[in-house]
């Protein structure tokens, strides 16, 4: 069979419903990853609060005698302190219920005995709305939108159904509109942690490849360098036992030493950087023939088109491919000859080793074990990985093609640098 070319985390979010009527003042007063702050939206409501206040209170004293400010002034200012006390605790976490009765039950009163505070109620109906979650919230801010509606009905004397109606449709469109932000609020919640956790799971996946893909480069890394230089080492040492005294095991046992020192040089070198020192230093082709060599020592190059510069991890993989091709034929092909051709065509570089030992059939090949057969695919893996082709050619008694294509444009060379 002649040698020829072959182009082969996050939390969930919370529940609105937990803890009764108490869990969802931290959900309204967190950011997405849980802590607490001060939401613009709550800051505008209580300013908003104060301010109504005093204009009310200015209001209600100029327009009543001092007789009857005693009872409203203590009641605005007991809401008052109720409200600051409130919203307090809503800022740091859940308020306790008996605050909000309080605080709802004293405006109620306050709204009823004294209309020119109604306009307040849109503050107390959001913090009631902040402070409790669920069917509390609904109450709370019901309570307030009747009493203010109860408020205005008396102030019109009975007369004016649109003081009666108007907060009552107010209150509900509130409610409405509240809800449907409150929803989105937790649905954008629930969508960051699900993100979070794709991105961790991600992470997680994409190390675990990595781990995977490092450990098989360092595995075929090992097989072409110690493993193959100490399995042929073995078979020398074995040949020269059996001969010794005669020339020809002092010939082996030469050769074998030669193999190890090399090996042990990879090997260091597998250590440090796990490439092949000074091959960086010397033409592709004379770095492929040594690498034959230190297996099948006839071995021959041929080289077929102009000979250029490749990248570095193309050079890495054929200066492999050809020493794990030449060990399996220094253990296994009983060849007379070994021919490694290296073509170099315009985008792509091409390799074949043959040799005209026993062959074998590629597909009964036995499957890598603790015994070896990592040769054949640690081969195909390098080359595949940058993009390459591979094939083996072979039949019992015909000898076998071990051939590979990489893409490889020309790169240019370095002052003084050899191709």
């Known amino acids: 069979m002649p040698p020829r070319a072959t182009a082969s985390h996050a939390a969930p979010a919370p529940d609105p419903g937990a803890n009764g009527g108490t869990g969802g003042a931290a959900a309204s007063n967190s950011t997405p990853e849980g802590l607490p702050r001060l939401g613009r939206i709550d800051t505008a409501v209580h300013l ?24 409203v002034l203590g009641l605005a200012a007991g809401a008052c302190l109720l409200y600051l006390a409130v919203a307090i605790q809503a800022q740091r976490a859940r308020p306790g219920a008996p605050w909000m009765v309080a605080l709802v039950g004293v ?6 005995a004294a209309p020119s505070f109604a306009w307040c109620s849109f503050a107390l109906f959001f913090l009631c709305r902040i402070a409790f979650n669920g069917a509390a919230a609904y109450i709370a801010a019901g309570v307030t939108a009747a009493a203010t509606a109860a408020g205005l009905f008396k102030l019109s004397d009975g007369t004016d159904l649109a003081m009666l109606l108007g907060p009552l449709a107010v209150g509900v469109m509130l409610t409405l509109v509240y809800d449907r932000i409150q929803h989105d609020a937790e649905e954008q919640r629930r969508l960051h942690a699900e993100v979070s956790l794709a991105q961790g799971q991600l992470a997680a996946s994409e190390r675990r490849a990595g781990t995977i893909a490092e450990r098989e480069r360092v595995s ?20 020269a036992g059996r001969a010794w005294p005669a020339d020809a095991a002092r010939a082996d046992l030469g050769q074998a030493t030669a193999l190890l020192r090399g ?4 090997t260091r070198n597998l250590v440090h950087e796990l490439a092949s020192p000074g091959l960086d230093a010397s033409p592709l082709p004379d770095a492929l023939l040594v690498a034959a060599r230190q297996y099948v020592p006839a071995a021959r190059l041929l080289v077929t088109g102009e000979p250029r510069n490749v990248p570095a991890d193309v050079r890495h993989a054929l200066l492999r491919v050809v020493q794990s091709a030449a060990s399996n034929i220094k253990l296994h092909a009983a060849a007379s000859t070994a021919t490694v051709t290296l073509g170099f065509l315009p985008d792509a ?5 043959y040799d005209d030992g026993t062959g074998f059939d590629p597909a009964a090949a036995a499957p890598p074990s603790g015994a070896g057969g990592y040769g054949l695919r640690a081969m195909r893996q ?6 390459g082709a591979f094939s083996v050619e072979s039949a019992p008694g015909e000898g076998t093609i071990v051939a590979a294509q990489l893409p490889a444009a020309a790169e240019p060379n370095l002052p003084g640098e050899a191709p």
């Open 48 to 71: 908003g609060f104060g301010v109504l206040m005093v204009a009310s209170l200015v209001r209600y004293v100029m327009r009543h005698s001092p007789a009857d400010n005693i009872l």
């Open 107 to 112: 405006w109620a009163v306050l709204v009823v």
């Open 220 to 239: 075929r890394e090992i097989h072409d360098t110690v493993t193959q230089g100490l399995a042929s080492s073995l078979l020398l040492l074995e040949a």
């Open 263 to 266: 090996n042990l040089s990879e």
């Open 349 to 353: 570089v091409t390799l074949d080793v």
């Open 382 to 387: 390098r080359v595949e990985q940058l993009g």
